[in-house]
């Protein structure tokens, strides 16, 4: 439908902002459909009101310094329980073990598929390779949890968990969850770098490879500085995809309410080896739906998460725009 | 040694270790459906593909798995999911529908119809719509929308009539599904503006020569233009919402219960468990044999469903490649 139509009218020619149709002359159905657009907007934005809303205030009227500061503690009524300092620092410590091994892995793919793999075998492996990360990206993520536990229960990576009593590999602890967090990081990784690869224009290659600099020499010098902003953007999305994740915790954690260091090894490699909690996961526990059934403490923490998505999206919306202004590239669209 | 690998780097060297780095990618898909099939064949073994199907009741055979240890008897491993299959089916497409025409309209809205001044409220809107996480929406649910469906729209009738049955809370159908087409509408709005800004607007303006007026210009040029872009929102919008585990489980009731859609509008006030919510509910189980099977074998299912829905929602939309709408 795009021959005829575009090609023979001269665009110029056509005002459409110019005189405005009138309303009046618009079908009842017409009206009806715009009024509906306005209205689903407008819904949408009233639901995200309502919910950022909400969490404030119930975050504010419960959520203490003393509760961020101290650790979690067994007990009965709400006021013995203690904080959430651990799932606090689990999540800071989950996201860093995903993001340092998904971020490496999910740059050197889109390199590797834009810049090196142009043709012949090369080209298909790479297709394969996109496509698995649309397949990691579209898996729901308990199935990855699933994954997660039968592998780490294998004995071969029982140096990464706790072994049990029987002999049995736990295949719970933060070394796996964040293993297994790198996998749900990675796809949004992956596509920013893939996509500000593919946006650099081919004659800056050229010029590279003109003055004698190997490929990888122009990915070093040229590509990666260029691309930089596309890998923050990918980098905080894929953070917020961690922080925001709670069935990969409450699988692959543990989800103990303190940290639980393994009983032997090296100072941090005990706690990484260890069991813990995230703020999702206490969230989750303290819900009604959960075990523990602290709904004041459960919103505190769940407002904190939400301040952190919150910050974690101007963030991405910082660096498009800064992107936007040094590079001149059209900003808009939401992807 | 050192001083090789301090040396630049020739290309080739750094293609090979670049392309081993990425196929490792691959080898995880191909390790995740390796395993999780490997760990669900017994219930495939003893059940075949019926497990799939209807027959008796999936609360005494979950039990019966979770009492039994060491190596448990043929007998236990008897299964027949389709109550959780259909509460998934069921949640799954009651929010799609509900979230198609709000993402649709909404799309609409940024990209044609809002002053530039709301659209540039709207975008980010959207986007941290689409990234608050399920917890939180539980939260809200099992919290907020549970205890009011529980207080006001439940009659006591309704309670009395499903009494021996199942216990109506609140926590039900209807608000796992509301929920659940609020959390996945803002990602059917974010692929269907992407595909409704790239529509050439020369396009439009053909239209707009032809004397259309703008509504009709809209319905005619640029949501047909997209078709494939809906689709491929949809299929994508539909593999979120079959595998919503942690908010359905807080707010859906937890119980083993199919809804009756013989019982009239209190059909929507009862409670059930999807594929998804089934597995965080027992994920202690693990350990019990025949259940962890059982898991898998659920997990398996939403694996390879969500396998089918990429690869769909990729052929979807490889027209509008070839016609550079979407870029």
Same mark, same amino acid.
């Given at each position: ?35 509906? !657009? ?40 709400? $006021? ?9 620092? *689990?999540? !800071? ?8 091994? !998904? ?44 994954? *997660? ?80 902003? $596309? ?54 526990? $303290?819900?009604?739906?959960?075990? !523990? ?19 974690? $999206? ?22 | ?96 529908? +509900? ?36 917890? +939180? ?16 729209? +439940? ?92 908010? +359905? ?79």
């Amino acid at each position: 439908m795009s021959g005829p139509l575009s090609e023979s009218l001269p665009a110029a020619a056509v005002a459409t902002r110019g005189r405005r149709s009138s309303v009046k002359t618009w079908r009842w159905g017409d009206r009806l459909a715009v009024l509906a !657009a306005w209205g689903a907007g407008l819904f949408l934005c009233a639901v995200a009101a309502a919910v950022v809303l909400y969490m404030g205030y119930r975050g504010i009227q419960y959520l203490r310094p003393s509760l961020i500061f101290s650790r979690p503690a067994p007990g009965i009524k709400q $006021n013995e329980t203690g904080g959430f300092l651990d799932p606090l620092l *689990g999540t !800071a410590l989950l996201t860093t073990i995903g993001i340092a091994l !998904a971020a490496p892995l999910a740059i050197c793919s889109a390199l590797w598929i834009v810049e090196y793999a142009r043709d012949g075998r090369a080209r298909q492996l790479s297709r394969v390779v996109e496509s698995s990360i649309e397949i990691v990206a579209g898996t729901p993520d308990i199935v990855i949890a699933l994954f *997660g536990v039968a592998l780490f229960q294998l004995h071969a990576f029982g140096f990464l968990s706790t072994t049990g009593e029987g002999g049995g590999v736990t295949g719970q602890s933060f070394l796996a969850a964040g293993a297994v967090m790198s996998l749900i990081a990675l796809p949004p990784i992956f596509v920013a770098t893939r996509d500000g690869l593919q946006a650099v224009p081919a004659q800056t290659r050229e010029a590279a490879f003109a003055l004698g600099k190997t490929r990888i020499a122009t990915i070093r010098r040229v590509l990666l500085p260029r691309v930089r902003a $596309n890998v923050a953007t990918g980098v905080t999305l894929g953070v917020s995809r961690i922080v925001a994740d709670t069935a990969i915790v409450i699988v692959l954690l543990g989800d103990t309410l303190r940290f639980e260091p393994a009983s032997s090894g090296l100072p941090v490699l005990r706690l990484l080896r260890g069991t813990g909690a995230s703020l999702t996961s206490y969230v989750f526990d $303290n819900s009604p739906a959960g075990e !523990a059934g602290a709904p004041q403490k459960a919103y505190a923490a769940a407002f904190l998460l939400l301040v952190f998505v919150v910050l974690l $999206n101007l963030a991405v919306q910082r660096i498009g725009s800064a992107q936007a202004r040094s590079h001149g590239l059209a900003a808009g669209g939401l992807a | 040694m050192l001083s090789r690998l301090r040396a630049p780097w020739p290309d080739s060297r750094a293609a090979r270790l670049l392309g081993a780095l990425s196929l490792l990618t691959c080898l995880c898909v191909i390790g995740m459906v390796a395993f999780v099939a490997v760990n669900a064949w017994p219930i495939f073994r003893y059940n075949g593909l019926s497990w799939l199907g209807p027959g008796g009741s999936i609360k005494t055979q979950i039990e019966t798995m979770l009492a039994s240890s060491g190596h448990p008897a043929a007998s236990v491993f008897h299964l027949r999911a389709w109550p959780i299959i259909y509460g998934t089916l069921l949640v799954t497409v009651l929010a799609v529908a +509900i979230a198609l025409p709000l993402a649709v309209l909404c799309a609409v809205f940024i990209v044609e119809l809002a002053p530039r001044r709301v659209r540039r409220v709207m975008v980010p809107v959207v986007r941290l719509l689409a990234s608050v996480p399920s917890v +939180i929406w539980g939260l809200i649910g099992v919290l907020v929308l549970v205890p009011y469906v529980g207080n006001h729209l +439940i009659t006591n009738s309704e309670r009395d009539s499903l009494l021996g049955t199942v216990q109506l809370t609140g926590a039900s159908l209807l608000v796992a599904v509301v929920v659940l087409a609020l959390m996945i509408a803002p990602i059917m709005v974010a692929l269907v503006c992407d595909a409704l800004a790239a529509v050439p607007s020369s396009w439009r303006e053909g239209a707009a020569a032809l004397g259309v007026n703008r509504p009709r210009a809209i319905r005619a040029v640029n949501l047909r233009a997209i078709r494939p872009a809906i689709v491929a929102a949809t299929v994508l919008a539909t593999g979120r919402a079959l595998g919503e585990a942690i908010m +359905i489980s807080m707010v859906s009731g937890s119980f083993f219960f199919a809804p009756r859609p013989g019982d009239g509008l209190t059909f929507f006030f009862e409670p059930l468990r999807t594929i998804a919510s089934t597995l965080v509910d027992y994920r202690e189980g693990i350990s019990a044999p025949a259940l962890n099977a059982t898991l898998y074998a659920l997990a398996l299912l939403l694996l390879l469903s969500a396998l089918v829905l990429s690869v769909g929602g990729y052929l979807i939309k490889q027209p509008l490649r070839r016609h550079q709408v979407i870029a």
